[in-house]
C-alpha cells in the first residue's frame, strides 16, 4: 500500500497573481472599512465591520493558507473553531445582557440607605441637599 | 482453564516466538535514558502511568485526610460549648485546682442575661465546693474560671481556624489534583498512548516528538503545580518551613472562582501557571490523536469499522482541542487580575464574577467529557470482548460520542443555576443538558443488548465494565435531578452534587480505568496477573465506593452545603458512614495496587490474546516489539470473534490459521 | 520495511508510509493547532463582547484614545508580510531558493516593521499614563485613586483624538476646569464604596452627577438602544462626539477596562508574532543552507499557515479596537 | 397536570420538610424523579445481572449470534427517554419560574453577606443576624454580598440564590403558617440558613436560622429591633454592636493595631489622614467613618472597612461606645441617644 500513494505526491502551488489579487482585494477591503466608520449608520457600523473582517479572513483563509485545495477536514477545524468561539461568546453575552437589571442598585437599597444617614451630622447644605434631589 | 501455565511467549497463531522476535519495547533498549527520550508511544504511555498513579495516590491520601477530618462536627453550636466546657476543665485542673461541674454549667448557662446574678450564683456553688472538700483539695476561684473560659474560648477559635485552614487547603488539592492531574489524563494518556496506534495496526502515534513533548509538559506542569499546592499543606503543618522555602498553598478550590481567588493570599497565580502548562500536554496529545485517527488508519479501516475506543479517544481529542485553549486564556485573565488588577473579573474593578464562571465551565463542562468519554470506549470494547458478541448498534455509539463530545459544549451554564444567569439562559442550558442523556441512555442500552444471548465470562475487565454501567446509571440518573431546574435549586452547591459528580466522574472513569488497565495489562507487560486476588480487589472498589458516596446523595439531599469544613450536628451519622466506606475503597485500591506488582514480579508470561478480541492490537505479541507489528495486520471487523480459538495450553486464543487467510497473506506481503 | 528503504527519503519518519501521508499529518496537525489559537483569542473576543455589549458608550468613547492611522498601516503591514510568506511557500515548493531566501527576509522585515509601530502607540500609550492595570489613568480601585493631574492629561489627550477637527475649539479653559472639577469629583464618588451617600464636601456639580448616576443608571447606552432608528439622537451623536462628562461615574470607572482588553488582546497577538518572527528566522537560516525544496517544504508551509493564522486575528481585532462607532 | 402540581403538598423522600409554598411542588417533582430513576436503575441493573445469569460462558469457543443493529429498537430507545426527559424539563423550567418571579406584594428584606456572617435589614432600618420574617406573606430576599460570592441556602424552603458581589440578585419564599405549626401557641419557628458558595476561611462557619413568625409575633419582635438598645445604656448598646457587628475583628480596644485603628484613646486625639492634615477626632469624625467608610482616608491603613447597615440609632450607640475608650471622654447625661432616636423615626417613608 505504501508506494501506490506516490502517484498522489502533488501539492498545489499557488499561481502569483492569485495572490497578488487576493492581497489587492485585502487593501482595497482595508480601505472600504476604514472609510465605513466616517458614515453614520447606526447598529449597522459594527456589522458591516465584522463582515468585511469575515470576508477578508476567508480570502486569506482560502488562498494565502491553501485551503481551497487542501483536505476539507483542514478547513473544518477552522470553521469549527470558529463556530465554537461563536457559541461561547452568543451564551455569554446573552447573559450578560440579559441580567444587567440585577447590577443596577434595588429601590429597596436607596431607600435603606436614606434611612441609615445619621440625623446628627451637623452641616447642614449637605441634608438639604439631599433631601432635594430625591 | 489456566491449568496449564504458559511459560513462554507464543505469537497470535499459537507458535512459540522464536529467539530473533523476542525482542518487545521493554527489552529494545535499556538505561532511564533510553526511557526518558524515547519517541515509543507505548512506552510515553508507561511513564504517563507510573506518574498519573503516583499523583493519584496523592489526591487519594488527601482525600481520606477530608473524610476522616469531617467525623468532627466541631462546628455547631452545642458541639462548640461542649469542647469549650471540657477545655475549661482541662485548663483549671491543669492548674493543680478543681472545679465543681455545677460550676462550668451555671458558667456556660445559654441564655443569662444577668450577669451578676450568675456570678453570684457561680461564687456560691465554688464556696460550697470549696468547703466540703476539705483543706487538701484546691477549689478554683471566680476570676481564675473566667480567665480558663476565655482562655478555653480562644483555644477554639484557634483550633477551628486550623482545621479549616487545613480542610480548605486540603479538600483544593484534593480536587485540583483529580481533576488535574488524575482523572482528565487517566484514560486517555496512559491507556489511549499505549493503544491507540495499535489499535490503529501502527507503528507509533503521528508525531511522537509531540507525544514526548507533552509527557514532559504533564511531568513540569504536574510537579510545579503539586509543589505550590503541597508547600502551602507543609508549611501549615511545620511553619519554620515557611522561612526556608517561601509560601504556597491554594484554598481557592479547584475553579479559582473570582473575587475570592483574587483576594486570597494564597499562591494562586503559580497555580493556575502549572495548570496552564498542563493545558499544553493535554492539547498536543488531543492533536497527535487526531492527527493519527485520520492519516494513520490502514487500509480497510473505514470511519465506521474503527473500534468504538478510537471513537471515544477522538471525541475526547475534539473536546481537548475546543476546551482546553479557553481555559488556558481564563487562566492567563486571572493571573493577570491578580498581577495587574485588570477588573474583568474582580468586581471591585468593574469587573464581573458571573463572566467568569462563563470562561471556566465552557471549558471545565466539557471536561468532564474528556473524562468520562474515553471510558464509555473502554467499556464498549471490554463489553463485547467478554460477551464475545459482536457490539451492538455500533453507528450509534459511535455517532452518541460525537453527540456528546458536541452537546457537551453547550451546557457549562448548569454550573450556574443559581448564580443570578438569566433566566432564559438557564433554560436553555436546563433542556440541553436534559438532551445529553439521551445519547448517554443509548449506549447504557446497547452495552446491555450486547450482552444479551452472549458468551459472558466475568473476568475482572468485565467486572469493572459492569461496575462502569451500574455506578453510570446512578451518577446519569441523578445528572437528570441536577438538570432540573426547579430540584436544581435545591441540591446546587451541595453534597448530592458532591456524590452525583464522584459517581459520574470518579466512579465512572476510576472503574473503567481500571477495567482497561486490567484489560490491556497482559498486552502491556505480557505478564498475568492473579485474577482471583483482582475480582477481590474489583468488590472491595465496589462496595466501598458505593458506600462512600450513595450516603452523600442522602446527606445533600437533607441540605448539607459541599466544601464545609465543619458542619451542624444532625449530618454526623451519614459523615461517619461516608468515611467508612472510604476506609474499604482505599483497602481496595491497595489490594489493586498489589495485583499488579505482583504480577509484575511473580506473573506468568500471558499469551498474545488472552481474551479473544479482535482489534488490532490482540493482532501482535504481548508485550508487542518496539515496532509493534512484525506484519502489518489486515484491518478486519474488530468486533468478529468468529476467528479466534480457544488453546487451553496457552490460557489464550489463537487466530484459526485455516478461516484469516487475509492475515498470513499480509505475512507473506511483508515477508517477501 | 525493507521495501521502504529502497526509495529512502531522508525526511520520511519510519512510522509513515509515504511522503504524502507524512505531509497530511503534519498539516492537519497544524490546523488543529491552529484551531486552539482561535479559541484562546476567543476568550478575549468573549471578554471584549460582553464589556462592549454591556457598555457601549465606554468603548466609544475610549477607542478615540487609539490611533486609527497607525492601526491601519500595521493593517497594511501585516498584511503584505502575509503575502510574501504565502509567496515564500509558493518559492519553497517550486524549490526556487533565492526567492524563498529574500520572501523569508521580507516577512521578517513586516514583523519588524509591526512591532515597531506597536512600541510607537505602546509607547504613547505609556507617556500618557494609559498603560495596563493600575499603570492606567482611568484605573479606579479603592485606596489606590487616580491622580486628577493624570486623568486630566489622559482625557485631554484622548479627546484632542477623538475630535481633531469638529471639537478643537471647545477644548477652552472652562472646559478643562470642568474636567479638573470632575476627576476631583470622581475621588469622592469611588470613596463611597456603597453608593451615593452624600458628602458634605461636593460642590454642587457633582451633587448632580451623583442624581445622575441613580437615576439613570444605564445612562447614554439605555438611552441609544431606546432611541434607535429615531434619526436625531444619532445625528447629536454624530455632532458632539462623547466627552468623558458624558459618561456616568459607573461608566467613568470602567473606561480602563477598555485599556486593559486593548493590552490584552494587541498584548497576546504581539506575543503570537514575536514568535511567528522567531520560526520565520529560523527557517530563513535553514533556508539559507538550501534546506527546503519541492520535496521537503513542510516546515515552510506551516510556519506560513501560523502567521497567515496571526494575520488573520488582526483582521478581526483592528476594526473591533480602532474603528468603534 | 402543571396546575395540579403547582398545589402539590408532597414530602419528598429523603428532603427535609418543606415549609415554603412551592416546597410541595420541588418535592413532588423530586419524588417523581426518584421513581423514574428507581425504575431505569431496577431495569438496567436487573437486566445485568439476569443476562450473567442467563448467559454464562459455556465453552470458551461459544460463537453467540445476534443482531448487531436494530434500528427500530435505537429509535425506541432515543424517543422515550426524550420525552421523559423533556417531561421533566418543561415541570422543572415552570417550578423554577415560580420561584424565580417575587409577588409584587412581597415584603422586602436585604440580606448583606460578609466574609463570614449574615445581616439582615429590614425596611425600617432594624438589623439583625438571623433572618425573622412574618408567615403568610411572600418575602422578597435581595442580597448583597461585602466580599466574594457567597450562596443563601435555606434548605427548608428549597431556596438558594448566590450572594454576587457587584449586583444585587434576589428571590422569594413563603411559609405557610398553619401547614408548618406556626401558631399563636408556637409563634416562631426555626429553620437552617447556610452559604452554600465556598467563601474561603469560615465557609463553613456562615451559618445562620431563619426565623419564622406569626405576623402579632413578627410585629412585636421587629419593634425589639428596632429598639434593641432598651433598658442598656449607649455605651453597653455600643459595647455589644462592637462585638455583633463585627467591628471587633478589626479594631482592637487595647491599643494593638490590627486590619484598622485600634478605638483605645482614638477619641479628642489627632489622626494623621493620607491627604496630610491631622484633625482631631470628635463625634462627626467617628460617625462619619462608620456611616461613609474608607471616606478619611487614614494613613497606614488599607481602605477595606465594609458599608455595614446600620440603623441611627445604632451608630449613636457605637459613637458613644467609641468615644467610651478614650480617657478624654466625659460621659454626658442620657438625653442624647433618645432625641437622635425621635429624629430618625421622623425622616423616613419620603
Redesign the interface.
Known amino acids: 500500500m505504501s508506494q501506490s500513494k506516490h502517484a498522489e505526491y502533488h501539492v498545489h502551488v499557488v499561481p502569483l497573481r492569485v495572490l497578488f489579487a487576493v492581497f489587492a482585494a485585502l487593501i482595497i477591503l482595508t480601505i472600504l472599512t476604514v472609510g465605513v466608520t466616517k458614515v453614520d449608520l447606526g447598529g449597522l457600523n459594527i456589522w458591516i465591520a465584522l463582515g468585511v473582517a469575515v470576508v477578508k479572513a476567508v480570502l486569506v483563509a482560502l488562498y494565502f493558507m491553501h485551503l481551497r485545495w487542501d483536505s476539507p477536514y483542514n478547513g473544518l477545524a477552522l470553521v469549527v473553531a470558529f463556530v465554537f468561539v461563536g457559541v461561547f461568546i452568543g451564551f455569554a453575552l446573552k447573559d450578560s445582557l440579559e441580567y444587567q437589571k440585577y447590577v443596577e442598585r434595588p429601590a429597596l437599597l436607596d431607600r435603606l440607605q436614606q434611612q441609615t444617614i445619621p440625623a446628627a451630622v451637623p452641616s447642614e447644605e449637605t441634608t438639604e441637599e439631599s433631601s432635594s434631589e430625591h | 482453564m489456566s491449568a496449564t501455565q504458559p511459560t513462554q511467549q507464543t505469537d497470535i497463531f499459537g507458535k512459540p516466538v522464536d529467539e530473533q522476535h523476542k525482542d518487545n519495547y521493554l527489552t529494545h533498549q535499556r538505561g532511564l535514558m533510553s526511557w526518558l527520550f524515547t519517541l515509543d508511544h507505548k512506552r510515553i504511555g508507561i511513564m504517563y502511568m507510573i506518574a498519573v498513579l503516583s499523583f493519584f495516590f496523592v489526591g487519594g491520601v488527601f482525600a481520606i485526610v477530608l473524610r476522616v477530618m469531617l467525623t468532627m462536627p466541631i462546628a455547631d453550636a452545642s458541639n462548640q460549648m461542649r469542647f469549650e466546657m471540657n477545655d475549661t476543665r482541662n485548663i483549671v485542673e491543669s492548674s493543680g485546682a478543681t472545679v465543681p461541674e455545677e460550676a462550668i454549667k451555671l458558667l456556660y448557662e445559654p441564655g443569662v442575661t444577668d450577669a451578676e446574678a450568675q456570678q453570684q450564683k457561680i461564687e456560691v456553688v465554688l464556696t460550697d465546693a470549696a468547703s466540703s472538700a476539705g483543706a487538701g483539695a484546691k477549689v478554683v476561684e471566680y476570676p481564675e474560671l473566667i480567665n480558663a473560659r476565655d482562655a478555653a474560648a480562644q483555644k477554639y477559635t484557634q483550633d477551628l481556624t486550623n482545621h479549616n485552614t487545613f480542610y480548605n487547603q486540603s479538600f483544593t488539592l484534593h480536587g485540583a489534583v483529580m481533576v488535574f492531574l488524575f482523572i482528565i489524563p487517566a484514560i486517555p494518556a496512559i491507556i489511549g498512548n499505549f493503544v491507540l496506534p495499535l489499535m490503529l495496526g501502527a507503528k507509533d502515534v503521528a508525531f511522537p516528538r509531540l507525544n514526548l513533548a507533552s509527557w514532559y509538559c504533564y511531568m513540569g506542569g504536574a510537579l510545579f503545580f503539586l509543589w505550590v499546592l503541597g508547600k502551602g499543606i507543609l508549611n501549615f503543618l511545620v511553619p519554620t518551613l515557611e522561612g526556608v522555602w517561601g509560601g504556597g498553598g491554594l484554598d481557592t478550590g479547584w475553579t479559582f472562582y473570582t473575587p475570592y481567588s483574587t483576594e486570597t493570599n494564597t499562591a494562586v497565580v503559580a497555580a493556575t501557571a502549572g495548570a496552564f502548562v498542563l493545558g499544553f500536554s493535554s492539547i498536543l496529545t488531543a492533536v497527535n490523536f487526531i492527527a493519527s485517527i485520520h492519516m494513520l488508519r490502514p487500509k480497510g479501516m473505514t470511519w465506521f469499522r474503527m473500534p468504538l475506543m478510537l471513537w471515544a479517544l477522538y471525541a475526547t481529542a475534539v473536546i481537548q482541542i475546543l476546551a482546553t485553549p479557553v481555559l488556558a486564556i481564563t487562566l492567563l485573565l486571572l493571573i493577570a487580575e491578580r498581577a495587574f488588577g485588570i477588573g474583568i473579573f474582580d468586581p471591585a474593578l468593574g469587573g464581573d464574577p458571573i463572566l467568569y464562571q462563563h470562561f471556566f465551565w465552557f471549558y471545565s463542562h466539557p471536561a468532564v467529557y474528556i473524562m468520562i468519554l474515553p471510558a464509555m470506549g473502554i467499556v464498549s470494547e471490554v463489553i463485547s470482548v467478554f460477551s464475545r458478541k459482536h457490539i451492538f448498534g455500533y453507528a450509534f455509539i459511535a455517532c452518541s460520542s460525537m453527540a456528546i463530545a458536541i452537546l457537551g459544549f453547550l451546557v457549562w451554564g448548569h454550573h450556574m443555576f443559581t448564580s443570578g444567569q438569566s433566566e432564559l439562559l438557564n433554560a436553555v442550558f436546563s433542556i440541553i443538558t436534559m438532551l445529553v442523556a439521551i445519547p448517554s441512555a443509548i449506549k447504557v442500552f446497547n452495552w446491555l443488548t450486547t450482552m444479551y444471548n452472549g458468551s459472558i465470562r466475568l473476568d475482572s475487565p468485565m467486572l469493572y465494565a459492569l461496575g462502569f454501567i451500574w455506578l453510570f446509571t446512578i451518577g446519569g440518573l441523578t445528572g437528570i435531578y441536577c438538570a432540573t431546574l426547579a430540584v436544581n435549586i435545591h441540591i446546587h452547591d451541595t453534597y448530592f452534587i458532591v456524590a452525583h459528580f464522584h459517581y459520574v466522574m470518579v466512579g465512572s472513569t476510576l472503574f473503567a480505568f481500571l477495567a482497561g488497565m486490567h484489560y490491556w495489562w497482559p498486552k502491556m507487560f505480557g505478564k498475568n496477573y492473579s485474577e482471583r486476588w483482582a475480582r477481590w480487589g474489583w468488590l472491595l472498589v465496589f462496595v466501598g465506593f458505593n458506600i462512600t458516596f450513595f450516603i452523600q446523595f442522602i446527606m445533600g439531599a437533607l441540605g448539607m452545603p459541599r466544601r464545609y469544613a465543619t458542619y451542624i450536628d444532625k449530618y454526623t451519622i451519614y459523615h461517619h458512614i461516608s468515611t467508612g466506606g472510604s476506609l474499604i475503597l482505599t483497602v481496595g485500591l491497595f489490594l489493586v495496587l498489589f495485583v499488579w506488582i505482583h504480577s509484575l514480579l511473580k506473573g506468568k508470561q500471558s499469551p498474545a490474546n488472552p481474551w479473544g478480541a479482535n482489534s488490532l492490537e490482540w493482532h501482535t505479541i504481548s508485550p508487542p516489539p518496539h515496532a509493534n507489528f512484525d506484519h502489518a495486520p489486515p484491518a478486519t471487523d474488530p468486533y468478529d470473534y468468529s476467528h479466534w480459538r480457544w488453546r487451553p495450553e496457552i490460557a489464550g486464543y489463537v487466530l484459526n490459521e485455516d478461516s484469516e487467510p487475509e492475515e498470513k497473506d499480509a505475512m507473506a506481503r511483508n515477508d517477501s | 520495511m525493507n521495501k521502504v528503504d529502497d526509495n529512502h527519503d531522508p525526511h520520511l519518519a519510519h512510522h509513515f508510509d509515504t511522503p504524502v501521508q507524512q505531509y497530511s499529518s503534519a498539516k492537519i496537525g497544524m490546523w488543529v493547532f491552529l484551531a486552539t489559537e482561535i479559541l484562546m483569542f476567543g476568550g478575549l473576543f468573549c471578554a471584549y463582547a460582553v464589556y462592549r455589549g454591556t457598555h457601549p458608550d465606554v468603548f466609544l468613547y475610549a477607542h478615540h484614545f487609539l490611533d486609527t492611522n497607525l492601526g491601519a498601516i500595521n493593517t497594511v503591514v501585516l498584511l503584505a508580510s502575509s503575502l510574501t510568506m504565502a509567496w515564500g511557500v509558493r518559492a519553497a515548493q517550486l524549490g526556487q531558493k533565492p526567492i524563498l531566501v529574500i520572501m523569508l527576509l521580507l516577512t521578517l522585515l513586516g514583523g519588524v516593521g509591526f512591532m515597531g509601530i506597536k512600541t510607537i502607540e505602546y509607547s504613547s500609550k505609556y507617556s500618557h499614563g494609559l498603560w495596563f492595570g493600575s499603570d492606567n489613568a482611568f484605573y479606579v480601585k479603592s485606596g489606590k485613586y487616580t491622580n486628577p493631574e493624570e486623568l486630566t492629561g489622559a482625557i485631554e489627550y484622548g479627546e484632542s483624538h477623538a475630535m481633531p477637527h469638529e471639537d478643537k475649539g471647545e477644548l477652552t479653559d472652562e472646559h478643562l476646569e470642568l474636567q479638573v472639577k470632575d476627576a476631583a469629583t470622581e475621588d469622592v464618588l469611588d470613596n463611597q464604596a456603597a453608593g451615593e451617600a452624600q458628602d458634605q464636601s461636593l460642590p454642587a456639580s457633582a451633587q448632580s452627577n451623583i442624581g445622575n448616576a441613580t437615576n439613570a443608571p444605564a445612562g447614554l447606552s439605555s438611552k441609544f438602544a431606546e432611541v434607535e432608528g429615531d434619526g436625531s439622537a444619532y445625528v447629536t451623536s454624530e455632532k458632539k462626539p462623547l466627552t468623558y462628562e458624558d459618561l456616568d461615574p459607573q461608566q467613568q470607572k470602567l473606561v480602563s477596562q477598555f485599556f486593559q482588553i486593548y493590552f490584552l488582546m494587541t498584548g497576546l497577538h504581539g506575543i503570537h508574532v514575536l514568535v511567528g518572527m522567531a520560526l520565520i528566522f529560523w527557517l530563513f537560516i535553514r533556508a539559507l543552507r538550501g534546506t527546503f525544496g519541492p520535496k521537503y517544504f513542510v516546515p515552510v508551509d506551516l510556519v506560513g499557515l501560523y502567521w497567515h493564522i496571526v494575520d488573520l486575528i488582526w483582521i478581526f481585532l483592528f476594526p473591533l479596537l480602532y474603528l468603534i462607532h | 397536570m402543571i396546575s395540579i402540581l403547582a398545589q402539590a403538598q408532597t414530602k ?1 423522600i ?3 420538610e418543606g415549609a415554603s409554598t ?1 416546597a410541595g ?2 418535592d413532588w ?2 419524588n417523581y ?1 426518584t421513581y ?2 428507581v425504575f ?2 431496577v431495569v ?2 436487573g ?2 445481572v439476569l ?2 445469569l442467563r ?16 434500528t427500530a ?2 429509535v425506541t ?2 424517543i422515550i ?2 420525552i421523559i ?2 417531561s ?2 418543561l ?10 418571579t417575587p409577588p409584587a406584594n412581597s415584603y ?1 428584606v ?1 440580606v448583606t453577606a460578609y466574609k463570614w456572617g449574615w445581616n439582615f ?1 429590614y ?3 432594624a438589623t439583625s443576624e438571623q433572618l425573622h420574617v412574618p408567615a403568610d406573606r411572600p418575602i422578597k430576599v ?1 442580597l ?1 454580598s461585602k ?3 457567597h ?1 443563601f ?1 435555606v ?2 424552603f ?5 450572594v ?7 428571590t422569594w419564599f413563603e411559609v405557610d403558617a398553619t401547614r408548618n405549626g406556626i401558631t399563636l401557641d408556637a409563634p416562631e419557628k426555626e429553620y ?1 440558613l ?12 456562615m ?1 445562620s436560622k431563619v426565623v419564622v413568625h406569626t405576623p402579632d409575633s413578627f410585629t412585636s419582635w421587629l419593634e425589639a429591633a428596632s429598639d434593641q438598645g432598651a433598658g442598656l445604656t449607649p455605651v453597653e448598646y455600643g459595647a455589644k454592636l462592637y462585638k455583633s457587628k463585627t467591628c471587633a475583628q478589626c479594631h482592637s480596644l487595647n491599643g494593638s493595631k490590627l486590619i484598622g485603628p485600634t478605638f483605645k484613646d482614638a477619641y479628642g486625639y489627632p489622626i494623621e489622614l493620607k491627604d496630610g492634615s491631622s484633625p482631631i477626632i470628635d ?2 469624625f467617628i ?2 467613618a462608620i ?5 478619611h ?1 487614614v494613613k497606614g491603613y ?3 472597612m ?2 455595614i ?4 440609632q445604632e ?2 450607640a457605637l459613637v458613644t461606645f467609641i468615644k467610651a475608650q478614650s480617657d478624654k471622654y466625659q460621659p454626658e447625661g442620657g438625653g442624647e441617644e433618645a432625641e ?1 432616636g425621635d ?2 423615626k421622623a ?2 417613608e ?1
Open positions: 419528598g429523603s428532603l427535609p412551592y411542588q420541588v417533582l423530586w424523579l423514574v430513576s431505569f436503575t438496567i441493573a437486566l445485568m443476562f450473567i448467559f454464562p460462558r459455556k465453552h470458551p469457543d461459544d460463537q453467540p449470534h445476534g443482531h448487531t443493529h436494530n429498537l435505537e430507545w432515543t427517554p426524550l426527559v423533556m421533566i424539563f415541570w422543572g423550567f415552570r417550578g423554577f419560574l415560580d420561584m424565580a422586602e436585604l435589614t425596611p425600617n432600618g435581595v448583597e466580599d466574594v460570592i450562596s441556602y434548605p427548608a428549597r431556596i438558594k440564590k448566590d454576587v458581589p457587584g449586583r444585587y440578585n434576589e437552617d447556610f452559604c452554600a458558595e465556598y467563601c474561603g476561611l469560615n465557609h463553613s462557619r451559618v463625634d462627626n460617625r462619619q456611616v461613609q467608610p474608607n471616606s482616608g488599607q481602605p477595606v465594609p458599608a447597615p446600620l440603623s441611627d451608630v449613636t437622635s429624629e430618625a425622616e423616613p419620603q
